[in-house]
């Protein structure tokens, strides 16, 4: 028998949420005309912005750190293998279990199976991009288990029946009235004369969640960083939803990607400087949980921590796009980009939107899968200047195009298109040959200074919005030579 | 010292008095221009659209149209274009190598050494912020993305336009804003491009300057466009051609009108 190797498996298809209905485009076309969107996101990113810029600007050191950051990333890829087998030894001598997920659906099978075993039926979870890039609560609710999600804006999100539009803060897309407005339809026994104070807002979520606390006997967590050399998990968070959840339930599980894992306790400096600049604006976030194993009579007594892979080997496998596995997941890179600031999360179409996500998610599930995705930015390189471990997106998002084009079996229009114009642009005859057609489209101009704004595709899509200039009735070059005697 | 001009493609073929500009004011300073024949163009909107395969014969073409210029006793190769030199320096000799073409990303390599966007060959290589130019108008200046992220041109291109006589500078709210051009993203993403060529026209049009320039004809040609559909008063102008405006000769190669069809 002849072994055929498929290449390495990329996230399946059917199951979480990498992978949207609409190409980028069409889906950016809708949020675009959302003026309520907008605004909350313009609000909302440049307040984010000017914080960040702030405290980072308070470090002289912010460029060693940023180069630390990504050095430590860098060399655990390496041996990446190595860090995962020495974590696992570690949290297993502290008496947790390790499960090993290649993908959504195993993980969505081991979570499902282990909360069955304890007999409950609900559970309540801290904010997780790798449970939403799963699926985990569909999942579960397939089960007859509910998950509670217990992070503020992770709650608005699921209250009112949404997707997450932004890594750090998923409900980033709505205003406080209109939280106010999901608060009153969905919360029960919540005050009639809920205001849109944020603080009230916040009391009332917090009178909802106190009681789910107290009661679950499971909590399900993502995990920030997993130190291997100790078996450490740590959780940043701001609300302190998260440090309930992972202290008061008898059962903790932690699905955690496999790039999260850091080799030593010391890496944590780097990153817990990193993160909390990059992602609130904060010098340090208000709560950092950190916990190996299982310590008798304190905290969870049972711990499982599912590794999951989901594509991420397939990205490791690519020598310029694995880079994007060192993503700390700080969303500074959403905040400054000005395509993510009009078109908001959603028109990603994954739960990993915005810059990183456009470099993520093709990635995670192949090029193909996401393939609007790449061109979904201007290449400003804003999201390459903030990034607190220097992941060059700009030059991934260019090498994914590559993918892309090289990946058509057949000669698109496009493609046919700019063959021919790499034979003329690499003939200097041809190249005269081609500016003089160009100059031609003078005429159509009939003497005025712009082209006609109704031209045939693909020019209209410049027309339908800007003016074209008229071609002059000769170049440069041309003139240049005719003066010289070239 | 004798300098070699890349007009670059879509400025000798759309907008030539850029180049014309740059020739220009580089001779008025002294020195000898040079303007390769068989000069097309680097390669950029291939590499960037995906066509980095078909980027590679363009890359060449590159490099047989400047080497000669080069052993002809060429010092420097002057770009009116932020972008273009970027992609001079990140992109062509990387292509190259990716297609297994390890000579030719050498020369490129070699010609990038040697190759300057405009206010970085006039502050860094020639020394001069004052280049004796005198342009009587109110100017906002946009820094293009490519300039200032990738090439960190950073305030040069102010410097230069604080010393045209006559110029009254205007600040730029968001000026550090993409415009929304990103090359074939304009067509691609057009709406969304869109939507950030609108933030960027309220923001110009906020310092009432008459001109906008920048040192991309690309971004330009997009701001420009925008204006002009508007009939906003405002209309770009390229950052050579203003320098190399004079009172003996205030604009000889530029419309003073906006590109606005009568």
Known sequence: MTAVFLGIPTAPRGVGHLRGEESFPDAARGALRNGQL????????????????????ELTDWAQLREAGRAIKAATMARLDEHLIALEEQVTARGGTVHWARDANEANEIVTRLVRATGTTEVVKVKSMATQEIGLNEALEAAGIAAHETDLAELIVQLGDDKPSHILVPAIHKNRAEIREIFLRTMPGVDPGLSDDPRKLAMAARAHLRERFLRARVAISGANFAVAETGTLAVVESEGNGRMCLTLPQTLITVMGIEK?????????VYLQLLPRSSTGERMNPYTSLWAGVTPGDGPQEFHLVLLDNGRTAVLADEVGREALHCIRCSACLNVCPVYERTGGHAYGSVYPGPIGAVLSPQLTGVEDNASLPYASSLCGACYDVCPVAIDIPSILVHLRGEHVEAQTRTTP???????LSRAMSSPRLWRLAQRAAGLGRFLARGKPTMPNALPFPASTWTRSRDLPTPPAETFTQAWAREHGG | MKVALFATCLVDTMVPQVARATAVLLERLGHEVVVPPGQSCCGQMHVNTGYRREAVPIVANHVRAFAGALSSGVEAIVVPSGSCVASIHHQQAAVARRAGEHALADDAAALAERTYELSQFLVDVLGVTDVGAYYPHRVTYHPTCHSLRMLRVGDRPLQLLRAVRGLTLVELPAADQCCGFGGTFAVKNSDTSTAMLTDKMANVLSTHAEVCTAGDASCLMHIGGGLSRLRSGTRTVHLAEILASTEEAVTPQQSTEPAVPS
Request: proline share 3%; hydrophobic share 45%.
């Open chain 1, 38 to 57: 907008r605004a909350n996101l313009g609000h909302a990113t440049s307040t984010i912005r000017g914080k960040r810029a702030h405290v980072v600007g």
């Open chain 1, 414 to 420: 496009e493609a046919a298109a700019f063959r021919a």
């Open chain 1, 261 to 269: 894992v850091v080799p030593t306790w010391r890496d944590l400096e």
